[in-house]
């Protein structure tokens, strides 16, 4: 385990797992569904009984779940989506995808951000300039432009306190990583990120509101379980 201070006095424990990945989203609605991109860009799935990833094919450069457990994916700006075992091509090109509240969202090859319509088959634009994207539990989009940190309140952009390099949201909770590495869950009460401590470069979280992040520097897989 790797910990950090937690509010300047606790500590935040954050327990190692299994193999190595590219990239990691979480998503579900009762149970976690947690996926990651290996090192050779394939999906896996985590199965806590077995303690270990299954493979589930495909190729990407980014990932996003669904409440219902489904994974998306980017490969070379193309977007899919998993249909039992087989990928599905998607309309439109991404250079980012996250999914939320229900909803999926990307930021296009303008930097734009998108709404997945299911119905019309086609992304609604919704403004901005970002470079990455994070949907909470109530399908409001949180993005990243050169570090700086807004969300989405209607139809404007409100622009949020602090600094990230990678940003997540579920289980009501939105969390990022900050330009020293560590790990922030946001706390709207106080309008301000508390320090979760930890070192990681990717993050996700689960619709219980546990984050996994990828270590700072390097591939290995690491998920937070409490404070001591």
């Not at 996250?98 to 634009?125: H, I, R, Y």
């Amino acid at each position: 385990m790797f910990s950090g201070t937690f509010s300047g006095t606790a500590f935040a424990q954050w327990e190692n797992l299994p193999g190595k990945a590219k990239e990691i989203a979480a998503g579900g609605d009762s149970t976690a569904s947690v996926w990651v991109l290996g090192e050779n860009n394939s999906a896996y799935k985590w199965n806590e009984n077995s303690f270990s990833w299954e493979d589930f094919g495909g190729k990407g450069d980014l990932i996003a779940v669904t409440n219902q457990g489904r994974p998306w994916v980017v490969n070379n700006k193309q977007i899919y989506r998993l249909r039992g075992r087989t990928w599905q091509s998607m309309p439109g090109k991404a250079t980012a995808i996250a999914a939320g509240g229900g909803t999926v969202w990307v930021l296009g090859e303008n930097k734009t951000a998108f709404k997945w319509n299911d119905e019309a088959f086609s992304w609604e634009e919704f403004g901005g300039n970002a470079d990455l994207i994070a949907v909470d539990s109530n399908g409001i989009p949180w993005v990243v432009n050169n570090k700086q940190i807004y969300r989405l309140r209607g139809r404007n952009w409100q622009s949020m306190p602090g600094k990230a390099t990678a940003i997540a949201a579920g289980g009501g909770t939105v969390w990022v990583i900050g330009e020293n590495g560590q790990v922030y869950q946001w706390n709207d009460q106080a309008f301000e990120w508390m320090n979760k401590g930890g070192k990681a470069s990717k993050i996700a979280v689960t619709p219980q509101g546990v984050p996994w992040v990828l270590q700072d520097g390097g591939t290995q897989i690491y998920r937070l379980r409490g404070t001591m």
